[in-house]
Each structure stands twice: as structure tokens, then as C-alpha cells.
């Protein structure tokens, strides 16, 4: 059973049937050698010993054992369980040989079986003991219960289909040894490009499989062309690492379709040959690569467009295209849409005049360092969507790269991210499924809260409204980035937690290369009170490792306030524009406790009634799952003009103050200390949430205040005790 398990695992690509056929086979040939061998040293010894199932069963210790290590499942675990589940399947054994024989009386034979009952009444009880979700976050309101400071959505449901038929057919190479749609099936025949630039060890056995090296790459897509004239904008899908022999390409065909329908040209483009196997590993740096491949299909596009004979002729606009990726694909698209800060001197890519990628939306996507250098965005909008039950990508670094992407004043660019309860890593793509390790890891992973179709209405939703307003000018979505409750008629059921910053934002303090935690910001000053613990830091990741992204931290015991001075208005640039509310206070905030994890780059202790930080030498302080949230869901912000008139708001008037998710990965405790060196150990992720609080809503709290003239942001923690993190203080 183990050996079909880890076959299923080690895919060959000929099939599940032959993979766990012959693993059963080679297996039991090898319990059969192990059996005779112990049987024979046994007698050879004269030890009156059962020789051959004291053989057998070494072998399952060893083997079980063995694959479940490499299954990255620990070593204390691997012999843990290896000795359970053998002794408790040979207690069986000899249960039922016991229960036919003439030998045993019914009390042995009754024993036996109760041995062997409660060996499986202890798993599940370990199992139920460690199990569940440690906070429910509250769930997306209804319509009716939404609010009135949710903006409407100006347009229709971006998960339903549009109006344009569409065609769907594929281009590659013409000689795919595994799937006819890229060999005689292709309905246009495309160029192989040279990678060996960027791939130095293109494996024997890989070159076997695919019939091909570095050196003669394929390009290969699945297209969905809308019907009708064009030219029509254009998306790029690239998937990104899974097993090699389990293609991914075809699992993204529900985005495909749905953008036809819209009026989008889509390509899901075929990286497979660049992921790992476990028989011939993965390209060394295999990022640059996949971002090289995806810009050799806009230039492989561009000439397929120019030829009269193709169904591509005249159909795309190549000035309006956006590129999607998943995992490592959301990482790669980014570096692509940044060419120039990667391969500038490449003369074998497309002329960068003669395309512009509007938008990058990434899907649970890397953020790893290329040559010790990672991509900033600029005037490109940017979506990324994580869910926070992903036991892949565990962390959120697609919030890395929301904190690198910039804008001009004069770009009509945003950023936005959703982070989602209850999804995982695997399930915005078909054919992933919803186990994000292969076996025999998944064996003991908890299947998401979340289906696989909720999890890709939420992407299509949110894919869909991007596209629409990035490459076709569509403005009604943009209260659907803002907010997510917009959303409430078409997004299932769960927790989410949303950032978004367009160019038009006004910073205030954003805490980035301020040391002085009493002046962050240019003409800016700070001052706390109450709270026991008060620093610039860098935020941490669910592994404890630095997001490269500052704010201010903020401990408290009973009540705590943190303010922000100003001498002259700081909302001076939006003067002349705030008749009707159109101007807001906007932040982002988490809960804290989960971030606080790396060294502060300012002494803890220089800021008022700032002690030395408890946990400095200790890591993330253990926060206890929505604590933090309770603490902060009282939390309100006061505003004060130049004469001195305030007016104050409760954030959860305007936006609920939820506690960031708390996700138990495995059925077992243990594992989620020592699976994948402990990748599941933390089960909160601190999470910012964007909050804007319309300025209208002040004024109506107190008609003396001057909305015009603010020179003081306060922000008030009346109950404790608690943490908080705070960023990107400004207007917008």
C-alpha cells in the first residue's frame, strides 16, 4: 500500500496504472528477498524465530519509514508511524489468523481484536484532538447588511460569462511526444527558442522525457480567441511548479473561457518542461527562465499575428495585454512585465515598444531573490490573491511585491491584494486538487475549507475584474478592489482581508526609511501613549523571515493611543476636492502579534512609556488566535483641525475589525511542528486590512471640524491588551 502511495508520488509519466503496478511489484519482490534472507540468517543461527515475517516486516519498517522521510514528513514521525501502522496491521493479521484457528479460545481471539481496535481508537483520537480551524473570521455580510460605506459596484458580476463566442485551439511545436494538441493536433505550428542563456543542467533523463534540451524550447499555448473583429487585448495564464509529468497548462481553461467571453484574447502558456520530477529534479534558477519563455510567446504572437494564414491575423492588440501566473508563474510574470530589470540586453525578445503589459495579477505566487535582486513594479497594476489555507506557498509574498509596485502621479495604476479564508494553493487550478504535497504528504493534509469551485469563482471574479480595467477601461470594478464586501452577491461565503493603493493615494507616513519612530515622515510627528511597546520594525512572513516592508508596532496593556502631527494641513493636496465625501483617510492595519518576529532596526525602549520589548530574543510572540482582533475591534480614529475642533469615527462603523485567520494544516500536531521543517508551525498570519474612512463621515460627527485644515490623526485603542501594526497612513 505504501509503495502505490509513494508511486503516486513519484509519477513516471506513463500512467498511474504502470507507476503503482510496478512499484507494488518491485516491492513486494523486495519484501520477498528481505523475508528469505532474515528467514535463512535465522536459521543459520539456530534462532527459533518466525524468520521470514521478522524479515517482511523489517522491510515495511524500513520502507514506510523511508518514503514517508523523503515525503519531507520528519524522521521522528516517519518511524513513528512506521512502527504503528506496521505493528498494528500484523496484529491484525495475527488477529485473523487467530480468529480461524481451532488453537485460540474466544477470549484471545476477542482480545486480539480489541488490541487492534484500540491501536485505531488512539489515532483517532490524536487526530480529533488536533483538529478544526482555530478562529472563525467573520463571514462576508449580506448585500442587505453590508453598509452604507460600501461603494456599489458600477458593473455587472465579473464572474458571469460576457457576451462574445469564442474559439478554442492551440499552437506548439508540432512534435510534443505527450500531447497530440501540441503535436499534429496544433492548429499553428511555432518556433522552438535557444534557453541555454539562462538553464545550465537540463537533466539526461528530462531530455528523454521531452525529447528536446535547452537548446530547442518549445512554445506551446491553449488559446481562447473571442469570435468577432479585433484587435482584442490580450492575457497570458502561466501555471507554476508541479510535478513535471502532471501538466498544468490545461487547468486554467475556466479563466480562458471567461475572459473570451469578455472580449480577451487568452493564452495559457505551457511551462511544464521546466518543473521538477522526481526523477530528473528542476533547472537550476528556473524563475528567470519561465519569465524568458513567457516573453518568447508575446514575440512568438507578434509574428503569428503579422501572418495572414493564422488565426491570430490582425486579432491582437499587443498595446494592451496583462499577464496572470500562479505560483511560481506569479512570480515570473512579474519579473516579465519588468523585463528591462532582467533582461535588457536580450536582443532575442520582443522589442519593448512594440507591446505594453498593463497589469500583473498574481495567484499564490513566490517572491524568491534572482541574482540577489528582486522585481519593483512601476506604473504597472497589480492584483495578487493568497489564500490562507495554501500548505504550499504557506506565506503571503505576494505582499512583497504589492509593497514594491509604484506609481507616477500621473498613472491611472493600482495595486490590490485579497487575502482568503479557507483556500489553498492547488485549487485555482483544475487539475492540482485540493492536497497541496503530493502523496505521500497529502495523506495527512487537511483538505481547505473552501471547494474548488468557490475558490475559482473567487479568482474569476477577481481576475475577470482586473482584466476589465486594466486592459478595457472599465471603472465599475474599482469598488471591488477597494472593498471586497462590493463583492457580496457573487463571492461565497469566507473570511477576506483586502489592501489597495492607486496613484492617486497621498502618503502621509509609510515608515519605510524612517529611524526616528518621533518624526516618520517628512514634517511629520509621532507620539504614543500607553503603550508598553512602540518601534518601527520590519514585518515578518508566517515563517518569521523579513518582508523587506516597515511599519509602526504597537503593544499595549490596558488603552493606548498613537498619534501623527502636522504643523500645516496634511490633506492639502485634496484641497478644493472634498465637497460631496469624495476625500478619505486611508490605512492599512493587522493585528500584530503574529508579525512581531524579527530584530527592530530602533532601540524599542525610545519611544515614550516604551519598555524593552518582551520577545526580541524569542521571536513572534504565541499570539492566541482572534485576541488581537478582539482587543482592536473597539478601535477608532480622531481627527483634529488647525483651531483644534476633533471629530472621531469607529473604524467598525465604517469596516469590520477582523482577527487575522488561524489554519491547522495536518491531522496530527506533531506534523505541524516538524512537516517540511516545520513549515505548518505557525498557524496565524498577521494580515493587513485597508480601511478608508470617508473624511464626510467626521464632519457629520462634529460640524466644527474643518476637514480641510486636519493637522492631527489619532488612532485610539480603548481596549487591551493588545498589538497592532500600522501602514501606509494617508489620503486618497
Not at 519484501?31 to 518466525?50: D, F, I, T
Not at 515495511?60 to 523511508?66: I, K, T
Not at 499553428?188 to 527558442?193: D, G, L, P, T
Request: net charge negative; hydrophobic share 45%.
Amino acid at each position: 500500500a505504501m509503495a502505490a502511495v509513494g508511486a503516486l508520488g513519484a509519477p513516471t509519466g506513463f500512467g498511474a496504472a504502470f507507476d503503482i503496478a510496478g512499484a507494488v511489484a518491485l516491492h513486494t519482490i523486495g519484501l520477498l528477498l528481505a523475508g528469505s534472507l532474515v528467514a535463512w540468517l535465522l536459521a543459520v543461527l539456530h534462532l527459533a524465530l518466525p524468520g521470514f515475517a521478522c524479515g517482511a516486516a523489517l522491510f515495511a519498517l524500513s520502507e514506510v519509514a523511508l518514503i514517508l522521510f523523503f515525503g519531507d514528513l520528519g524522521l521522528w514521525f516517519s518511524l513513528g508511524f512506521a512502527f504503528f501502522s506496521v505493528g498494528t496491521l500484523a496484529l491484525a493479521g495475527a488477529a485473523a489468523r487467530m480468529t480461524f484457528s481451532r488453537r485460540f479460545g474466544w477470549r484471545r481471539k476477542l482480545g486480539a481484536w480489541l488490541a487492534v481496535a484500540g491501536a485505531l481508537l488512539a489515532v483517532g483520537a490524536t487526530t480529533a484532538a488536533s483538529g478544526g480551524t482555530a478562529a472563525e473570521p467573520a463571514a462576508l455580510p449580506s448585500p442587505e447588511a453590508a453598509g452604507e460605506a460600501i461603494a456599489p459596484l458600477r458593473a455587472d458580476d465579473p464572474s458571469r460569462p460576457g457576451s462574445y463566442a469564442f474559439e478554442a485551439f492551440t499552437y506548439g511545436s508540432g512534435q510534443d511526444r505527450h500531447r497530440p494538441e501540441y503535436g499534429e493536433e496544433a492548429a499553428v505550428v511555432s518556433a522552438s527558442v535557444d534557453g541555454s542563456a539562462y538553464i545550465r543542467n537540463w537533466a539526461w533523463l528530462r531530455e528523454r522525457f521531452w525529447g528536446f534540451d535547452e537548446t530547442s524550447l518549445p512554445l506551446n499555448g491553449r488559446v481562447w480567441m473571442p469570435e468577432g473583429e479585433g484587435p482584442f487585448p490580450l492575457v497570458l495564464i502561466v501555471h507554476g511548479n508541479h510535478l513535471m509529468e502532471d501538466f498544468s497548462d490545461g487547468g486554467y481553461a475556466y479563466l480562458g473561457e471567461q475572459l473570451a467571453s469578455r472580449g480577451i484574447a487568452a493564452v495559457s502558456v505551457d511551462e511544464n518542461f521546466l518543473n521538477f520530477s522526481v526523477w530528473s529534479g528542476i533547472p537550476d534558477e528556473d524563475m528567470k527562465p519561465r519569465a524568458w519563455v513567457l516573453l518568447q510567446h508575446i514575440r512568438q504572437l507578434q509574428a503569428f499575428a503579422a501572418d495572414a494564414s493564422t488565426p491570430f491575423y490582425d486579432r491582437i492588440d499587443f498595446d494592451r495585454i496583462a499577464l496572470i501566473g500562479h505560483s511560481r508563474g506569479g512570480q515570473a510574470a512579474a519579473m516579465a512585465a519588468a523585463a528591462d530589470q532582467w533582461f535588457g540586453e536580450d536582443a532575442g525578445l520582443p522589442d519593448p515598444d512594440s507591446y505594453s503589459i498593463a497589469g500583473v495579477a498574481a495567484l499564490a505566487p513566490t517572491d524568491t531573490a534572482v541574482d540577489g535582486r528582486v522585481t519593483r513594479l512601476t506604473d504597472v497594476s497589480y492584483l495578487v490573491l493568497q489564500g490562507a489555507a495554501d500548505a504550499d506557498i504557506t506565506s503571503f509574498y505576494g505582499e512583497r511585491q504589492y509593497g514594491r509596485a509604484g506609481f507616477s502621479p500621473s498613472s491611472e495604476g493600482f495595486k490590490a491584494s485579497l487575502y482568503v479564508d479557507g483556500a489553498n494553493h492547488g485549487q485555482f487550478n483544475t487539475t492540482w486538487g485540493s492536497k497541496d504535497e503530493a502523496m505521500p504528504a497529502a495523506l495527512f493534509l487537511r483538505s481547505p475549507s473552501l471547494s474548488g469551485e468557490d475558490q475559482r469563482q473567487i479568482a474569476k471574479a477577481y481576475l475577470t475584474a482586473f482584466a476589465e480595467t486594466v486592459l478595457k477601461g472599465e471603472s465599475g470594478y474599482e469598488a471591488l478592489f477597494r472593498d471586497y464586501r462590493a463583492g457580496a452577491l457573487f463571492l461565497p461565503d469566507t473570511g477576506y482581508w483586502s489592501r489597495y493603493e492607486s496613484a492617486e493615494f497621498v502618503p502621509v507616513a509609510r515608515f519605510e526609511e524612517a529611524s526616528d519612530i518621533e518624526a516618520p515622515a517628512d514634517r511629520i510627528d509621532a507620539e504614543a501613549a500607553g503603550t508598553s511597546y512602540w518601534t518601527h520594525e520590519e514585518t515578518t512572513d508566517r515563517d518569521g523571515r523579513k518582508t523587506g516592508n516597515r511599519a509602526v508596532a504597537l503593544k499595549w496593556e490596558e488603552e493606548a493611543r498613537y498619534t501623527l502631527l502636522a504643523e500645516e494641513a496634511m490633506d492639502g493636496p485634496f484641497a478644493g476636492e472634498k465637497e460631496g465625501g469624495s476625500v478619505s483617510l486611508v490605512f492599512s492595519m493587522s493585528d500584530g502579534a503574529a508579525d512581531r518576529g524579527g530584530e527592530s532596526e530602533t532601540e524599542p525602549g525610545s519611544g515614550p512609556e516604551s519598555p524593552d520589548r518582551p520577545d526580541a530574543e524569542g521571536g513572534a510572540a504565541e499570539p492566541q488566535p482572534g485576541e488581537a482582533g478582539i482587543s482592536l475591534s473597539e478601535a477608532e480614529v480622531e481627527l483634529a483641525d488647525a483651531s483644534g475642533a476633533s471629530a472621531r469615527v469607529a473604524i467598525s462603523d465604517v469596516m469590520p475589525i477582523l482577527p487575522s485567520p488561524a489554519t491547522t494544516f495536518t491531522y496530527f500536531s506533531l506534523l505541524e511542528e516538524t512537516m517540511d521543517n516545520g513549515k505548518y508551525e505557525e498557524s496565524v498570519k498577521a494580515v493587513f486590512q485597508t480601511y478608508e474612512l470617508p473624511l464626510e463621515l467626521f464632519a457629520e460627527a462634529n460640524p466644527a471640524f474643518d476637514p480641510d485644515e486636519i493637522v492631527r490623526i489619532t488612532f485610539l485603542f480603548p481596549e487591551g491588551p493588545g498589538e497592532a501594526m500600522l501602514d501606509d497612513i494617508g489620503f486618497s
